[in-house]
């Protein structure tokens, strides 16, 4: 065990039972994006009385330490989520190795193809996790190489999001209070215009300006709603610089050319846009809905009669970017018997607790939570639940990280600095083939 690690663990153990060596408390790290909110979630106890991701996860957290028999204890380490990845991979060189870790699915094959994570199909079946709960995506999304490596936990996917006093300004809101939304590109840019003319306001909001690629996630979804593979399954080929490709980037450079989208939003000022009332639809994913949903209801914001939508098939089918969250257990040579066990106790009680995270608006990837009274009960749901058939993922290859971040830049380009769709569209498919040769 590295030296740092293990004298910390022997002081842990000495202040919990004032004697080194007869320890009757385990520490394991946990190691995780979603913010920092402890002014708000420090001290509540119990996820249920928690809202948002943040607010959820460290209640989870929370209130395992204060629940569980083992005398384990969850220590959280919160990362930046740009940095998150890096950070990560950090640890296996400086020894502070996290023994529970978020992981995204794209990510997967990066840390389990280098070896760097812990099988848990024996772990699962010794602490009683049920892996065919588990919908197959999900389970899918947690495989690599035929070994299980994770929990899945959520499936997200982009959502509309929507201002309905807005809307129905705009005219845009049916007799059954249903909300009128494009369904060719044509009449997304014509209805954007009609919206912009009746409100004075933008008709859509989304982050426009960093690394956080939101319109790149809905150029994907456009491209599987024209029936085009963007990454074959195999992982080897792209289908980027095409004419389905150009169309669907031609809609979207339309979208900020015709001023129907501020191209000065960043993350949180697209949220920000939106709760203030500044924008008739907010493109983000399923993990903002609880936010919005308790922000709309506190009177707080301008938003006030909030509705969510699935992304519908303006090219096609409604087909949708989608990914997973998983708790992954990073490989230590350090661990003790202890810890790996204090570990897989938190990973089958974040396991048993997935209907609180399914709150924040993620899909739920158990079919036990999927079918309970519960969650049919939480609100929203079944305005979107045609999202969890629609959701499509990226095949899960080496380096997704690496190829969403090249395609955001070569994408944002078109309405940062004027691009032509198809200088764009040239300048992510010699991105992205550069990744996928190096990737062999």
Not at 10 to 16: D, E, G
Not at 27 to 51: L, P
Not at 234 to 254: F, V
Request: glycine fraction near 8%; proline fraction near 4%; hydrophobic fraction near 45%.
């Amino acid at each position: 065990m590295h030296h740092s690690k293990l004298l910390a663990r022997l002081a842990l153990a000495t202040a919990l039972t004032g004697v080194a060596g007869t320890a009757s408390a385990v520490e394991i790290s946990f190691f995780r994006f979603f913010g920092d909110c402890q002014t708000d979630y420090g001290t509540v106890m119990k996820a249920a009385e928690a809202n948002g991701e943040c607010g959820i996860i460290t209640a989870l957290a929370n209130q395992f330490n204060a629940e569980n028999t083992i005398g384990a204890k969850v220590v959280t380490q919160t990362v930046d989520w740009g940095a998150y990845y890096d950070q990560l991979t950090a640890t296996y060189s400086t020894g502070n190795i996290p023994d529970v870790a978020v992981m995204h699915s794209s990510v997967l094959p990066n840390f389990s193809d280098r070896d760097l994570l812990v099988p848990l199909a024996d772990g699962f079946a010794k602490v009683g996790i049920d892996t065919a709960d588990f919908v197959p995506a999900a389970l899918k999304n947690a495989t690599t190489n035929d070994t299980l490596y994770a929990l899945p936990y959520d499936l997200h996917a982009l959502l509309f999001h929507v201002n309905v006093d807005l809307m129905a300004q705009a005219g845009f809101v049916n007799e059954d209070g249903s909300i009128k939304l494009p369904t060719s590109p044509e009449e997304l840019i014509s209805m954007g215009k009609e919206f912009k003319e009746k409100t004075g306001k933008f008709y859509i909001a989304t982050e426009s300006q960093s690394s956080e690629g939101m319109m790149v996630r809905l150029w994907e979804s456009f491209m599987w709603q024209q029936g085009v593979d963007v990454l074959s399954a195999d992982g080897k080929e792209a289908s980027i610089a095409t004419p389905e490709g150009e169309k669907a980037a031609a809609l979207i450079k339309a979208i900020y050319d015709e001023g129907l989208a501020n191209t000065a939003l960043d993350y949180p000022g697209a949220e920000q846009a939106f709760l203030n009332g500044e924008a008739g639809i907010l493109i983000n994913g399923t993990w903002g809905v609880d936010n919005y949903d308790s922000q709309a209801k506190s009177g707080k914001a301008v938003l006030k009669n909030y509705a969510v939508a699935n992304v519908p098939g303006i090219f096609g089918a409604p087909k949708v970017w989608a990914d997973s969250h998983m708790w992954v257990m990073p490989k230590d040579e350090g661990r003790t018997p202890e810890e790996t066990e204090a570990a897989l106790a938190f990973i089958k009680f974040l396991n048993d607790n997935n209907f609180q995270w399914a709150r924040t608006g993620h899909l739920s990837v158990r079919q036990s939570v999927i079918a309970s009274p519960e969650f049919a009960a939480l609100p929203h749901r079944s305005d979107f639940a045609a999202t969890a058939e629609n959701a499509t993922a990226l095949p899960v290859v080496q380096n997704q990280r690496g190829i969403f971040s090249a395609m955001t830049t070569d994408l944002n380009a078109m309405w940062l600095t004027g691009t032509e769709p198809a200088d764009a569209l040239a300048a992510m498919q010699e991105s992205v083939d550069q990744i996928l040769r190096r990737n062999r």
